[in-house]
């Protein structure tokens, strides 16, 4: 079993144990909690994604400032050997953040958020990827708004979604688009408003979208939550009537569930966790009635 890695904002795992984790959090192979090196150092301590790359070196992105008393962790370090480091110079811009990592499997970091560059290189804005030993840039980035999720799917494609009006400036990759290899790639109109807050690949290829959009690609019924087939954007189920989808997943029988912050998804609520059969949403169990803003896996 491999180690656990989870996240937090400075408060303790449970009533029983007295770890003060600033913001990260490890579970060994015995059940054992610990908090590696001494967390978020300054800052809002927020980590808000954590990725493992191949060779197990973890990865954060968030809100501090610096990260275990490192020098140059703004926003975002890496975990590898027992002890934290830099990964480039971190993020040049102030009061921004790392909102989303993801890794291929050849181990290539992308990072996405509000920052405006990244050590400094030059059209990094809320976009960029990490070669090992140094970031670079892709495309020209985007000029506005936040990647909020950045998701790699298996044959390494990658997508990104958020509040972005454009990336790489091109035409209809208002807040969702797919990076190529060498340019950025429209998924029809995109969306005219809201955000795209997360994003999935079926083992067929389907990519799906949820979050706060009132529509998207100018299909009906995709408030919420949207298919891709290749050459449009499709309902499911009728999309969601109140809220924000904030976390998808694929489950056996290829059953979709999606969590987040709604009442109410087609005719099913109100809930914040349902699932898609092919034909209908359900609720999970009784659903929650809270909200959920982390992943489903």
Known sequence: MPTIWGRDEGATLAPWLSIVSNGFLQRDRDGVWSSPGSGVSSGVRTVRSIAVGPDRTVFVGGDFDLYAGVASTAQIAQYRNGAWSAVGSGVSSVATSVRSLAITTAGTLYAGGSFTSISGIANTSRIARWTGSAWQA?????????????????????????????????????????????????LGTGAPDGSVEALLVGNDGTLYAGGSFTSIGGAANTKGIAKWTGTAWTSIGGGVVSGTIEALALGANNILYAGGNFTSIGVTGPGSLAQWNGAQWQLVGNGLYSALRTNIV
């Open 138 to 186: 892709l495309g020209t980035g985007a000029p506005d708004g936040i990647v909020q999720v950045v998701y790699v799917a298996t044959d390494d494609t990658l997508y990104i979604g958020g509040s972005f009006t454009s990336v790489g400036g091109v035409a209809n990759t208002a807040r969702i688009a797919k990076w190529t290899g060498s340019t950025w790639q429209a």
